[in-house]
């Protein structure tokens, strides 16, 4: 185990190679190592604690392994050099603000075994053009890609039956959005501040459900467009 804020603002390390009896990397373990550019997360590691490498201001690249199964939240919050990460089959979640301000991330990909993404999970990742969602995922919550400002398209997967408040909030770039039939629940204000937005795409024969699924202000119905 690497405990709590073990290396916690040591603000001139730039490597580190974790060993391959390490199966867990407590909270804030390395959070703040602003010189922190290069990581070995060894295959066996289990957990990676909340705010673990949040603040890692030089990380480019995230490849969590397969063997993980817990994140927790904002474990990589505010890496603002971040481009790419991968998460992997067994981890179930997209823990609360896990990538939130990370304004270099550019590629996500989630594995199907991601079943829920968390409040504020991609907030503020302002490179991000595309996200491909996994066919397992049930549940978007809160803000979990609010201020996107570089997302351009979004396809909900089918399995997908409830989706919270502000989702996709001030996506300034956002121009189509495709819909499932599953769907049961939509919070309010879910496409705010979308000057862009274009087309929210629903099933065929749907979009009488979809205008009752209707929250406060979640978007324009006139836009809906049946596929």
Same mark, same amino acid.
């Given at each position: 185990?690497?405990?709590?804020?073990?290396?916690?603002?040591?603000?001139?390390?730039?490597?580190?190679?974790?060993?391959?009896?390490?199966?867990?990397?407590?909270?804030?373990?390395?959070?703040?190592?602003?010189?922190?550019?290069?990581?070995? !997360? /060894?295959? @066996? $590691?289990?957990? %990676?604690?909340?705010? &673990? +490498?949040?603040? #890692?201001? =030089?990380?480019? *690249?995230?490849?969590?392994?397969?063997?993980?199964?817990?994140?927790?939240?904002?474990?990589?919050?505010?890496?603002?050099?971040?481009?790419?990460?991968?998460?992997?089959?067994?981890?179930?979640?997209?823990a609360n603000y896990m990538f939130s301000n990370c304004y270099s991330l550019e590629t996500v990909d989630i594995y199907d075994g991601v079943t829920e993404i968390g409040s504020f999970a991609f907030a503020d990742c302002t490179a991000l053009?595309?996200?491909? !969602? /996994?066919? @397992? $995922?049930?549940? %978007?919550?809160?803000? &979990? +890609?609010?201020? #996107?400002? =570089?997302?351009? *398209?979004?396809?909900?997967?089918?399995?997908?039956?409830?989706?919270?408040?502000?989702?996709?909030?001030?996506?300034?770039?956002?121009?189509?959005?495709?819909?499932?039939?599953?769907?049961?629940?939509?919070?309010?204000?879910?496409?705010?501040?979308?000057?862009?937005?274009?087309?929210?795409?629903?099933?065929?024969?749907?979009?009488?459900?979809?205008?009752?699924?209707?929250?406060?202000?979640?978007?324009?119905?006139?836009?809906?467009?049946?596929?």
């Amino acid at each position: 185990i690497i405990e709590k804020s073990a290396f916690e603002h040591c603000k001139e390390l730039s490597t580190v190679n974790i060993p391959k009896n390490i199966d867990e990397i407590c909270i804030s373990a390395f959070s703040w190592c602003e010189s922190l550019k290069e990581i070995s !997360l /060894p295959r @066996g $590691l289990d957990k %990676i604690g909340a705010g &673990a +490498f949040s603040f #890692c201001a =030089s990380i480019e *690249r995230v490849h969590i392994p397969e063997t993980v199964y817990e994140i927790g939240n904002n474990a990589f919050s505010g890496c603002k050099s971040l481009k790419v990460a991968v998460i992997p089959n067994c981890v179930k979640k997209v823990a609360n603000y896990m990538f939130s301000n990370c304004y270099s991330l550019e590629t996500v990909d989630i594995y199907d075994g991601v079943t829920e993404i968390g409040s504020f999970a991609f907030a503020d990742c302002t490179a991000l053009t595309e996200v491909v !969602l /996994p066919e @397992g $995922l049930t549940e %978007i919550a809160d803000w &979990a +890609f609010c201020t #996107c400002s =570089s997302l351009k *398209r979004i396809v909900i997967p089918e399995g997908v039956t409830s989706m919270g408040q502000q989702v996709f909030r001030e996506c300034t770039a956002l121009e189509e959005v495709v819909l499932p039939s599953t769907i049961e629940k939509m919070g309010a204000y879910m496409f705010h501040d979308c000057p862009n937005l274009k087309r929210i795409c629903v099933p065929k024969g749907q979009k009488e459900k979809f205008r009752k699924l209707v929250g406060l202000n979640i978007f324009n119905t006139n836009k809906l467009v049946e596929y």
